[in-house]
């Protein structure tokens, strides 16, 4: 090697250097942004660049549809009440059930001045997000949406899609008009289709993904996507927390964790919220008290539980979600031709 060759290669660890050490700093600066629970009723973190407060935990729309409707009410005013104030939900969710129950529940009381809601637009074309946008609107009796993603993008084409058919001219016209305020997008499927639409020519206000211990080990989002929304200023939005597949949650129910330790794993990582199913009013308690008493692991308990799922994990047997079209939803598979069953 010669000395220019010498100093190129020197340059360019120090660059990457710099650059990790630049993305270290970011992380640690989400964590220890969370604020204390006693103003707010449970600890907030900055969302991105939109520099709006929402709290570390976010109410799951979907697991919300899939209740007793009075039931489903109880809960979200009670989550409101004890400052679970950060609510997600899609277009598609039970065939609009999640958003309609959830409009209920935000009508009662002046409620929706106490929620930053967020909801996701199911198509990529101009005409089919502005009736998306009209439905959701209609359905959570609002006349304006705190956040608007982009859902499932999960397919090669799909942030290609979102630009070339009309979608983000929609969501840009939306949010012009005051029908929306911060724009996103989420999908569960490859970190390098989350990367195409964070390189797409927009500039991101946050990016929801898969995040869990097991994630660590197969098609990493916590590795390779997170790093990029930190250095974008993009909010990472968590979800998938106990890694799905099983009522209890894959890492409950086949490898002993208990869910504390599995989502204080993902409020120790850089994420502003994770999603949270909830389906009881005990649920809803566990996720306050969890909320409300966390503390961050350090990087030798963050290791420790890594270390402890290494082995399941490297495959990807309990992410199906990630390379199986199990848990695609069926209006993204009929949108890409693919079979219901």
Not at 26 to 48: D, F, H, I, W
Not at 124 to 132: E, F, H, P, T
Not at 276 to 302: C, H, W, Y
């Amino acid at each position: 090697m010669n000395e220019l060759e010498r100093k190129s290669s020197r340059r360019q660890f120090v660059q990457g250097a710099g650059a990790a050490m630049s993305v270290a700093a970011l992380a640690k600066q989400v964590v220890a942004q969370t604020s204390s629970a006693s103003a707010t009723g449970l600890p907030t973190r900055v969302l991105g660049r939109t520099g709006q407060r929402v709290c570390i935990v976010c109410l799951g729309g979907w697991h919300i549809g899939a209740i007793d409707k009075d039931e489903a009410v109880r809960i979200m005013h009670a989550a409101i009440d004890e400052g679970l104030t950060f609510f997600d939900n899609a277009w598609d969710y039970h065939d609009g059930g999640s958003e309609e129950i959830m409009g209920k529940a935000l009508a009662q009381g002046g409620r929706r001045k106490q929620v930053f809601l967020m909801t996701k637009n199911c198509e990529r074309d101009y005409a089919g997000s502005m009736k998306n946008l009209d439905d959701s609107l209609r359905r959570m009796k609002t006349d304006y949406l705190d956040l608007w993603q982009f859902h499932e993008n999960n397919y090669d084409n799909d942030p290609d899609w979102v630009f070339e058919k009309g979608g983000m001219k929609a969501a840009l016209e939306a949010q012009k008009a005051g029908k929306v305020r911060y724009i996103g997008f989420t999908g569960h499927k490859d970190p390098r289709i989350h990367l195409k639409m964070l390189a797409k020519p927009h500039a991101w206000d946050t990016a929801q993904m898969p995040i869990n211990l097991l994630d660590a080990h197969f098609r990493s989002f916590q590795k390779e996507v997170v790093p990029v929304c930190l250095r974008k200023n993009v909010g990472v939005i968590g979800m998938k927390g106990l890694a799905g597949g099983h009522p209890q949650g894959r890492l409950i129910a086949e490898m002993g964790l208990t869910a504390t330790e599995a989502y204080r794993y993902c409020l120790s990582l850089p994420v502003t919220s994770q999603v949270v199913g909830i389906t009881s009013m005990e649920q809803l308690k566990e996720d306050i008290a969890l909320a409300r008493n966390f503390k961050p692991m350090t990087a030798a308990e963050m290791n420790a539980l890594r270390d402890r799922v290494k082995e399941p994990g490297l495959d990807g047997r309990h992410e199906l979600f990630k390379s199986t079209q199990t848990f695609d939803g069926p209006h993204h598979r009929k949108q890409h031709g693919f079979a219901l069953a």
